[in-house]
């Protein structure tokens, strides 16, 4: 019996930082909860690091909204963050002065960010639903068959 488990995304693309930056900050925040993730992301001393924290309440807010349109039941305290991936954009050719009248080239690097929260599994060990104790059938028919006999 596999469960489905619903992941919600968010993507912000064409920021302008190198995806190598970027990846600094998502190391800090994959696989954890998403309000762990939240307040890494707050204290980081990273340029990317607000974006990366707006993207991850984007994230929420949308799997907030698609379990509510599906009418699914979602426990936004047992989010955590799945994927967060920094991908190489576009990127911008740009011209440096160099000596004697030259131009030197280089490259401004822009990165597309994913980030996908999914909710934890239940682990198998912790009680999710108390089931009521049968009612003692046989117990009573032996008792019957007992005195019967006597």
């Known amino acids: 019996m596999a469960v489905e488990i ?9 920021q302008r930082v190198s995806p190598q930056k970027a990846r600094l900050v998502l190391d800090l925040i994959k696989g954890r909860g998403v309000q ?6 707050a204290f980081t001393k990273k340029r990317i690091a607000p974006v990366i924290h707006k993207l991850l309440v984007s994230a929420v807010d949308n799997a907030k909204y698609v ?5 699914l039941d979602l426990d936004v305290d047992n989010l955590y963050v799945k994927q967060a991936i920094a991908n190489d954009g576009p990127r911008m050719k740009r011209i440096r002065p160099a000596p004697m009248g030259r131009a030197f080239r280089y490259q401004r690097r822009l990165t597309h960010i994913i980030l996908s929260v999914a909710e934890r599994a239940a682990k198998a060990g912790l009680v999710t639903k108390v089931e009521e104790p049968k009612p003692a ?3 009573a028919a032996t008792k019957n068959k007992a005195s019967k006999k006597a």
């Open 6 to 14: 619903n992941e919600y995304r968010a993507e912000a693309k064409f």
């Open 36 to 41: 762990e993730a939240l307040e890494t992301a």
């Open 67 to 71: 379990s509510g349109e599906r009418g």
């Open 137 to 139: 059938k046989k117990i």
